[in-house]
């Protein structure tokens, strides 16, 4: 069989045809494979997900229980047969539950790797390499530019930050699914053992991740309008970025606006934003980490998705791996 006849691009998302389902579909869809829990991977209205527990749990937490027709838990590893079609779970080091879905009939495997790294991050299970003939590749950070620094040495810099300052609030940006917790328990990690202020809209995801054993230690509500506003004074707040152009931000003692993303890599963005303390923390796979792991596989193909296309299809052809971009549209990422 021809890799695209066993899955192609369609209007909806990627579609295998002799399992009748899609990957992480852009609108609903009857059946649906979905890798991890981020909004533009995990929409509402599907009639049937299939997905890890997790995955599950956050969608749920996210959208509401009837956020589907029917849910179906993966464990990783396991193999499930859709009308012939095999496919299987694996860890894709990305946030809690994301997987890379591996999609195999008539002797050709597909691995769709939704969204992944390969740097050490203690809130969900690391990456492992899934053999395959088709790798499908995000290239969010898919330009030889793109090298993420060592996570725990930008935290330093935060911590370094609130010994100079230790009468300004430090405001940390972190999206909600994923980034707010992997920042906590980095802070955690770095020997950082005060409470932590969260914005009202990460505390039911930051339970969560608490509930499935990852420790965040001593998490509070970032509500001002019980306490004296000088309590926050070097304090740590956790919120979402869009919460720090609200009044709700200017309200702390001499706000000093954080942002923890692989974006604050590019100084004019953290510019633009405002952001005073870039911290270049990713979820993603930088320029090194992509193109090591296409070595590693060595697959007969590469498709490339979401991101810088373009120079990742020309670094494999130049590596003699024949590749092509999928121009799949409506996934930007909201956990860089
Ligand atoms: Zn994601």
């Not at 527990?53 to 859709?82: N, S, Y």
């Not at 690391?126 to 053999?131: I, L, R």
């Not at 793109?146 to 930050?161: A, C, Q, R, W």
Request: proline content about 8%; hydrophobic content about 35%.
């Amino acid at each position: 069989m021809k890799p695209d006849q066993l899955l192609y691009p369609a209007p909806a998302g990627l579609y295998c045809p002799s399992g009748d389902f899609y990957v992480d579909p852009m609108r609903p869809v009857a059946r649906a494979l979905i890798t991890h829990g981020h909004s533009d991977h995990a929409r509402a209205g599907h009639g049937a997900v299939l997905a890890t527990r997790e995955t599950l749990d956050i969608m749920a937490i996210r959208h509401g229980p009837d956020f589907c027709g029917t849910a179906q838990p993966v464990e990783f590893g396991e193999t499930i047969d859709l009308s012939g079609t095999r496919v299987s779970f694996h860890p894709a080091g990305h946030v809690l539950g994301s997987a890379q879905i591996a999609i195999a009939a008539d002797g050709t495997r597909f691995c769709v790797s939704g969204d992944y790294k390969r740097s050490p991050d203690p809130t969900c299970a690391p990456y492992e390499p899934v053999a395959c003939d088709v790798f499908i590749t995000e290239a969010t950070f898919g330009l030889p530019v793109f090298h993420h620094p060592d996570p725990k040495g930008e935290i330093g810099k935060l911590l370094t930050s609130l010994k100079q300052f230790p009468e300004r609030s430090h405001l940390i940006g972190a999206y909600s699914l994923g980034k707010a917790q992997r920042v906590i328990r980095l802070l955690r990690d770095c020997g950082y053992d005060r409470p932590v202020y969260i914005h009202g809209s990460l505390s039911k995801l930051c339970d969560y991740y608490v509930s499935r054993g990852i420790d965040l230690g001593d998490l509070r509500p970032a509500t001002l309008e019980k306490g004296d506003r000088t309590d926050f004074a070097g304090a740590v707040v956790v919120g979402p970025p869009s919460a720090f152009g609200e009044r709700w931000a200017r309200r702390f003692p001499e706000p000093l606006v954080a942002f923890a993303s692989g974006w604050m890599m590019v100084r004019q963005r953290a510019k633009q934003g405002g952001v005073e303390l870039p911290l270049v923390i990713s979820d993603h796979c930088d320029w090194p980490e992509l193109t090591e792991t296409i070595r590693d596989l060595a697959p007969a193909e590469v498709w490339v998705t979401h991101g810088r296309e373009e120079a990742l299809v020309r670094w494999c052809e130049l590596a003699g791996i024949p590749a092509r971009p999928l121009h799949l549209v409506g996934y930007e990422d909201e956990g860089d």
